[in-house]
T-cell receptor
Framework: GAGVSQSPSNKVTEKGKDVELRCDPI?????LYWYRQSLGQGLEFLIY????????KSGLPSDRFSAERTGGSVSTLTIQRTQQEDSAVYLC?????????????FGPGTRLTVL | DQQVKQNSPSLSVQEGRISILNCDYT??????FLWYKKYPAEGPTFLIS?????DKNEDGRFTVFLNKSAKHLSLHIVPSQPGDSAVYFC????????????FGTGTSLTVIP
């Protein structure tokens, strides 16, 4: 497929466990973004990657959240010691680059439920 | 601190009539705006954009209006169709920040056949 894919589509975990969410961006897109949408909230920016530059982590809500992007392609968002307030839909998006305004293409999201 | 606000969480419109979705922003540095549309269990998809050098941009049934002095933009859909039923997000980008966008909370539009 040519779009952004995310896995898993749904994840239920127990409080205190670690989770990993995966994003496969569109081939050739150098910019990759992670957002989350909590119930009744807008899309909250978490982190973005642009090529080989250091990521902008300014949106990460706590040090329990981290993300990697290996080889400039696939990205993994890791949440350690999950809390109930981490329950949300986590959306990944990619774009041609971050340097100019251009459309961000979104994946379908991962719905995380922390019990 | 929500810099982009969509104060109407939901809107219902009869098929064939006009749908007007509103968005307000607080940051005067925002100079580029997008609307995204989201169906359940799918990611948002780009709908239409407008730069602050314009006050209107039209694409088929969709028109976005920008009122910079009021820091307000709106999306008009005419005529509305049942397939337009979705959640609509407004997003804004400050100048000189590349492709960084701030999103509103979304408005759920229902078009009644």
């Amino acid at each position: 497929g040519a779009g952004v894919s995310q896995s898993p589509s749904n994840k239920v975990t127990e409080k205190g466990k670690d989770v990993e969410l995966r994003c496969d961006p569109i081939s050739g897109h150098t910019a990759l973004y992670w957002y989350r949408q909590s119930l009744g909230q807008g899309l909250e920016f978490l982190i973005y990657f642009q090529g080989n530059s250091a990521p902008d982590k300014s949106g990460l809500p706590s040090d329990r959240f981290s993300a990697e992007r290996t080889g400039g392609s696939v990205s993994t968002l890791t949440i350690q010691r999950t809390q109930q307030e981490d329950s949300a839909v986590y959306l990944c998006a990619s774009s041609l680059d971050h340097l100019e305004r251009n459309e961000q293409f979104f994946g379908p999201g991962t719905r995380l439920t922390v019990l | 601190d929500q810099q982009v606000k969509q104060n109407s969480p939901s809107l219902s419109v009869q098929e064939g009539r006009i749908s007007i979705l509103n968005c307000d922003y607080t940051n005067s540095m925002f100079d580029y705006f997008l609307w995204y549309k989201k169906y359940p269990a799918e990611g948002p998809t780009f709908l239409i954009s407008i730069s602050s050098i314009k006050d209107k941009n039209e694409d088929g049934r969709f028109t976005v209006f920008l009122n910079k002095s009021a820091k307000h933009l709106s999306l008009h859909i005419v005529p509305s169709q049942p397939g337009d039923s979705a959640v609509y997000f407004c997003a804004a980008s400050p100048s000189n920040t590349g492709n960084q966008f701030y999103f509103g909370t979304g408005t759920s539009l229902t078009v009644i056949p």
